[in-house]
């Protein structure tokens, strides 16, 4: 297992002790965004209210475009390629689709801690050190999120986004996630500018020459996951609506 060269602080976020453990979801069919919105509405009132334990779900989606509150119009190239959605999280415009993994994650920061800003960076350690399992250098950068990897074969200043990441936060319970990138259809980012940056571009782990599967992905996002946020138990799938 790779144990250097990844970023250095490995960030805690565990809950208080005695916390019931995150409820672990993977869906193995595309999920219809605004079936996956519903789902993470209920599920974060439920968590406020007490009445549910906290949950990170897995899953894909079909092609799609998402605006964040940050979307500027001229971003969006080609509205017609695919259903665009207004996402209500944070960031500007993303593409999901088969082949990526979006993690949504959903938290109680009342019994962890109450800092967005930490919690963003902590989102960002947990793709760091999922990506170093594969030998993948994935870093951060201050002035734009996400998680980035340097491609000095494109150039000295070249580095390729393999991450988005876009929270939402209601009565300290957290929303919306991350969206990795291990092997989706690239071209597919070409009818926005992603999350409003243009000078870089967007790549993958399958882009990179690793020819990794979502489930192996999964596991070790799962092994990343506890190391920073706690322990995890599995959780049905729900119904499709």
């Known amino acids: 297992?790779?144990?250097?060269?990844?970023e250095a602080i490995v960030p805690d976020f565990h809950p208080l002790p005695g916390s019931p453990p995150v409820e672990w979801m993977i869906s193995d069919r595309l999920v219809p965004y605004e079936e996956?919105?519903?789902l993470m509405e209920a599920r974060v009132t439920a968590?406020?209210?007490?009445?549910?334990p906290e949950l990170v779900w897995l899953l894909e989606h079909p092609p799609l475009y998402t605006a964040g509150t940050s979307a500027r119009r001229e971003d969006l190239l080609t509205p017609d390629r695919f259903p665009v959605h207004d996402a209500g999280r944070g960031g500007q415009?993303?593409?999901?689709?088969?082949?990526?993994r979006v993690a949504y994650v959903m938290l109680d920061l009342k019994r962890r801690r109450q800092d967005v800003r930490a919690f963003v960076a902590a989102l960002e350690a947990w793709v760091i050190g999922t990506l170093w399992q594969h030998h993948v250098r994935g870093e951060r950068r201050e002035d734009r999120v996400g998680v980035w990897v340097r491609r000095p074969e494109k150039?000295?200043?070249?580095e390729d986004k393999i991450a988005a990441i876009g929270i939402r936060v209601r009565k300290w319970v957290t929303f919306h996630g991350i969206s990795l990138?291990?092997?989706p259809d690239l071209e597919h980012f070409s009818g926005i500018v992603p999350c409003g940056v243009q000078q870089h571009g967007v790549t993958s782990l399958v882009d990179l020459g690793l020819p990794v599967t979502l489930p192996e992905v999964d596991s070790?996002?799962?092994q990343e996951f506890e190391i920073?946020?706690?322990?995890t138990g599995d959780a049905p799938e729900p119904a499709a609506a």
């Open 155 to 158: 150039g000295a200043d070249r």
């Open 220 to 222: 070790l996002l799962r």
């Open 36 to 38: 996956a919105m519903a």
């Open 181 to 183: 990138n291990v092997e």
């Open 47 to 52: 968590i406020a209210d007490g009445t549910a």
């Open 1 to 6: 297992m790779p144990t250097a060269n990844r």
């Open 93 to 100: 415009y993303t593409y999901h689709g088969p082949g990526q």
């Open 228 to 231: 920073i946020f706690g322990p």
